[in-house]
């Protein structure tokens, strides 16, 4: 890596500024050279700190009670509802926007077309409360450490991570797939739970605690999946390059079927089936199919005395 600095000078700084400025615009202009789909000339993109506070007031609206302001009540919180809805889905609405607008040159078709997108996504919302409303009860059942449903809502980061992928997960059926990775990218950097967001996701899924788990875009996962922290649901490796050489359409990453367990740092890599009711135990790599109510464990560890 070093090499590419090889034959570099120092600047006098900060006399010699210009030189790194006209450095700087030479290689944007090879890199759109290079990729002009995707020309940065004039063009606004969906913006992280705008879906940050996106999703936030998303998760007011869905749970005002726990996650809107204090002064909410039971009599009062429907209006909040409204009123933040009205507010929040305005504001989805210009970022899925700026996102059709890298590929409909049209403004007012791509508005359009961001309007019908949220207005399918608003549809969605009572769905998506019931679901989440599922992963923090499954949440609550499955640790004995948990001391109420409340404290899972609040303070787990899995929950944290499961509630933006909801969300994502909507938009990226209704094809607005750049907004539905950054807001899924908001919840990696915050939480350490990497979870593309075309991945397919039952009711009632739990992460017990959480860093370092990763599920890949085209994971299926069904009903009442527990994770533990480390999994890795990871794709069939291409040869070097080849990303996009490759159909799309094809499932490169585990099906998950319901009621399995997977336990800490467990890999299991390409479009492999982990059968129903089945148990992965820790620190395994596995690559193959995994027949329902089976127990997938390595072998047991040597044990000697020191010498």
């Known amino acids: 890596m070093s090499e590419i600095f090889t034959g570099l000078e120092p600047i006098d700084f900060p006399r010699d500024i210009d030189i790194v400025v006209e450095g700087l615009k030479q290689a944007r202009l090879d890199w759109r050279q290079a990729h002009a789909r995707h020309t940065e000339h004039g063009i606004h993109f969906p913006s992280r700190q705008a879906l940050e506070r ?4 998303l998760g007011a609206a869905l749970f005002p ?16 509802v409204g009123a933040s809805l009205e507010s929040v889905l305005s504001q989805l609405g210009a970022q899925v926007a700026l996102e059709l607008q890298l590929r409909e040159p049209d403004g007012d078709r791509a508005a359009r077309s961001a309007e019908r997108i949220v207005g399918a996504f608003a549809a969605s919302l009572p769905a998506i409360r019931r679901l989440i409303d599922s992963d923090v009860e499954a949440g609550y059942q499955n640790d004995p450490a948990a001391i109420s449903v409340d404290e899972v809502l609040l303070s787990y980061p ?64 069904g009903a009442r999946v527990r ?40 890999t299991i890599i390409g479009p492999v089936t982990i059968g129903a009711r089945s148990r992965v135990a820790g620190n395994i790599w596995l690559r193959e199919d995994v027949p329902p109510d089976s127990f997938v464990e390595p072998a047991a560890p040597s044990i000697r005395a020191l010498t």
């Not at 302001?69 to 919180?77: D, F, I, K, M, Q």
């Open 54 to 57: 996106v999703t936030r007031e």
């Open 65 to 80: 009670l726990r996650l809107g302001p204090r002064e909410l009540h039971t009599g009062n919180e429907n209006a909040f």
């Open 158 to 221: 899995s929950v944290l991570a499961v509630i933006h992928h909801r969300l994502a997960h909507r938009l990226h059926g209704l094809d607005a797939p750049i907004v539905a990775r950054i807001i899924a990218e908001i919840a990696h950097g915050a939480t350490g739970i990497d979870i593309h967001p075309g991945a397919s996701i039952g009711q009632s899924f739990f992460i017990d605690h959480g860093s370092g788990v990763v599920i890949g875009e085209t994971s299926i996962v």
């Open 227 to 266: 994770l533990y922290q480390g999994v890795t649901l990871g794709g069939q490796p291409f040869a070097k390059g080849a990303a996009h050489a490759e159909s799309r359409g094809e499932r490169r990453h585990p099906r998950v079927e319901d009621d399995v367990v997977i336990f800490a740092g467990a």
